[in-house]
């Protein structure tokens, strides 16, 4: 009696957890319509751990491939995080101080023209607080090289460096640079061996290192036509510029500010790690108090750490840590609340967009959709 018990619950509970499995994925396949979106993988984290995963829509558009969990992204933005975790590493090590001179670490000048008494720091280069801006581009370092560029005082802003938030890729590709100076490796070779592998994630910075069959293609919506067009560029391999690579200048080429390809599961577990403030399974990656520095808000109106942001109007009364990003036509968030232990992990490689208080609406849907289908009914057993 007890067996066939035991075995009717068991049955009961997987045909409950099926139904409310299928009844998240309905919900979140009406927003992929209202958005048009080409497809979209999610990750769902509950109690330090992913409790739930699924791939919906396509890959490839034109060959009507379907997207599965394990394919990869790149997932612009958030790639940002990567380089962070990897600074606060050095950082521990005593190679370097968040305090340092950043054009000091560079290895050119890096001063404000209309301020050039007050010193660039690091922690202003993490935070978006150090005065750079992306105006005459960021794809390589020659742009605010005073030796290589006669305009590189339009790559500053008008305000006194440490005092005002201003979204600047420059500044994570300089901060790439200086990962390389100072660890003697390349830049996407660090972050394999020292965040990557240690976690048991597959991904990474470098194209040619990767599966090619698993990358997820990305597609730019054009309103007026209401179609999409693919976005090769997202996974050029660069093999040139590789090739004639200099340690400590040519890291743009990995693009340390938005080059990471990952798939929504392995985002999901790296997420776990700074929800345990830099440890998972066992593996510490930073300490707690590095972890903390990165998610605490150095900026009050954009709630921004290094690499971190604080969003507290993504999901109603819920407090959430984490990053977005967007290129190509891809749009991706991870956002966790480290107190209680839960996450979301959302990519899409392409969506008709709409945006309110500067963030997608479709993410927003997704997020809350997740949040209550997924996350909440599991609580509720």
């Known amino acids: ?81 990567f380089s962070a975790t990897a600074i606060m590493q050095l950082v521990e090590s005593g190679k370097i101080s968040l305090d340092d001179d950043f054009g000091d670490l560079v290895g050119f000048k890096i001063r404000n023209p209309k301020f050039p008494e007050v010193k660039i720091t690091l922690r202003m280069a993490l935070s978006h607080t150090s005065s750079l801006n992306d105006s005459q581009g960021y794809l390589n370092l020659d742009v605010i090289n005073p030796g290589k560029n006669a305009d590189w005082a339009k790559c500053y802003n008008d305000y006194l460096p440490g005092s005002k938030f201003n979204y600047c890729n420059l500044n994570f590709n300089l901060i790439g640079t200086i990962l390389e100076k100072k660890s003697g490796e390349r830049f996407d070779t660090y972050i394999h061996k020292q965040i990557l592998k240690p976690l048991g994630l597959y991904g990474g910075y470098c194209i040619d290192s990767l599966d090619s069959a698993r990358f997820v293609q990305l ?15 997202a996974y050029a391999p660069r093999r040139t510029e590789i090739a004639n690579y200099v ?62 942001r604080t969003a507290n109007n993504l999901i109603p009364g819920v407090n959430l840590k984490g990053h ?8 991706s968030n991870m956002f966790f609340n480290p107190k ?32 209550q289908t997924v996350l909440k009914q599991s609580k509720a057993k």
């Open 1 to 81: 009696m007890k067996y066939f018990l035991t075995a009717f619950l068991v049955v009961f509970m997987f045909g409950a957890a099926t139904a409310q499995n299928e009844k998240a994925e309905a919900d979140f396949q009406k927003i992929m319509e209202r958005y048009s979106a080409v497809g979209a993988s999610v990750a769902v984290v509950k109690d330090g751990k992913i409790i739930y995963t699924h791939a919906f829509g396509l890959k490839d558009l034109e060959n009507k491939k379907p997207l599965n969990d394990q394919d990869i992204f790149r997932i612009a933005s958030i790639s940002k995080s």
């Open 219 to 233: 597609y730019e919506y054009h309103s007026d036509t209401k179609r999409y067009t693919p976005s090769p560029a």
């Open 247 to 308: 340690m400590g200048y040519s890291t743009p080429v990995f693009s340390p500010t938005g080059g990471m390809k990952i798939s929504a599961a392995d985002l999901a577990k790296y997420m776990i790690m700074h929800m345990n403030y830099g440890t998972a399974n066992g593996v510490k990656i930073i300490s707690k108090k590095s972890a903390k520095k990165m998610q605490t808000a150095l900026s009050p109106d954009e709630g921004y750490g290094f690499a971190l």
């Open 324 to 331: 977005t990003g967007s290129a190509y036509g891809l749009y």
């Open 340 to 371: 209680e232990k839960f996450g979301f992990v959302i990519i899409t490689n392409g969506i008709n967009a709409t945006y309110t208080d500067g963030f997608p609406d479709f993410s927003r849907e997704a997020i809350n959709c997740l949040y």
